[in-house]
């Protein structure tokens, strides 16, 4: 990650959704919150706007993807975060490839 030290709280923030997801997918259904709080911080962390534009609808995404079952409303609510971050920078040419195919997956 260019721009970001290795132990800065943005990358660990990034890294605490990816672990949280995986213990939610394994059945962990209280990952789920401890993923929205490590989302919360990444959202309030000073970084660039491209990195935290990606990082964040990105973890919106990752989330949405994996509640979508048990929690379709959250989910969607997530996923049209994820929309806005992503209209609103039009650098992230490549999230909104994948947000379009995790739309389509969904559906």
């Known amino acids: 990650y260019p721009h970001c030290a290795h ?3 943005s990358l660990l923030a990034n890294m605490t959704i990816h ?3 995986a213990s939610y997918r394994n059945g962990e ?3 789920y919150g401890r993923a929205m709080r490590a989302l919360e911080n990444l959202e309030n962390s000073e970084q ?3 990195e935290k534009d990606v990082w964040v609808s990105g973890g ?3 989330i949405a993807e994996a509640i979508y079952r048990d929690e379709k409303k959250s989910a969607k609510e997530y996923l049209k975060k994820a929309q806005e971050i992503i209209e609103a920078n039009p650098e992230l040419i ?4 994948q947000l379009k ?3 389509k997956k969904l559906s």
């Open 7 to 9: 132990d800065s709280p």
């Open 19 to 21: 672990l949280e997801v």
């Open 29 to 31: 259904k209280k990952a």
């Open 48 to 50: 660039l706007k491209y």
């Open 60 to 62: 919106y995404m990752k």
């Open 94 to 97: 490549l999230r909104k490839g």
């Open 101 to 103: 195919s995790l739309l």
